[in-house]
């Protein structure tokens, strides 16, 4: 997980378009520009001029040794994800809201796709799919240990998943599998 404190880079990320761009270069890996623009419904040349953006920020890569020829550009998320710190000031907190919101959308849309769409999965990716909600009375303290507690659970299975990528290899039934909680505070 690469830890942001650069300003820029957060500003780089408010964009909804390359939200979604990044997010789909984690589900696919390593992909031709041609391609990104064919799932994202883009001009290729819109498509290169962001990943462009992202790139200066070492948010992304490029892959040259899958390249066949001069003319296809390859690329990958650069990283394991981003966590946000030491950004105090008024600006600072102005982008990683705007940042945040794109993300908490990015991630409803991605539920609300797969609820549209899971009855066309296989009945054993149906079936293995889960999502729930807890209403839990906690700490401050309590809440960050159960923070701890999530992230520790999924961490052989986050290096599970970066050792298939970086090998490029898995089993043939492996799919992108997305994950997301979220805890918080409410008023009574």
Known sequence: ?????????????????????????????PVTVSELARRMDADPGQVSYHLRQMQRHDLIEDVPE???????????????GLAVVNLETAEARAVVQAWTSQWVIDQFERLRQFERT???????????????????????????????QLNAVLQPWRELSRSRVEANEAP??????????HAFPEEP
């Open 66 to 80: 899958l390249a066949r020829d001069s003319r296809e550009r390859w690329v990958r998320a650069a990283m394991g």
């Open 172 to 181: 043939p039934d492996t799919r992108p599998v997305f994950t997301f909680y």
């Open 118 to 148: 899971r009855t066309a999965l296989p009945e054993y990716w149906q079936n293995a799919s889960f999502g729930g909600s807890h209403h839990l009375r906690l700490t401050p303290d309590e809440l960050a240990r159960l923070a701890d």
């Open 1 to 29: 997980m690469r830890q942001i404190d650069d300003l820029d880079v957060l500003r780089v990320m408010t964009s909804r378009f390359r939200m979604k761009l990044f997010s789909l270069l984690f589900r696919i890996g």
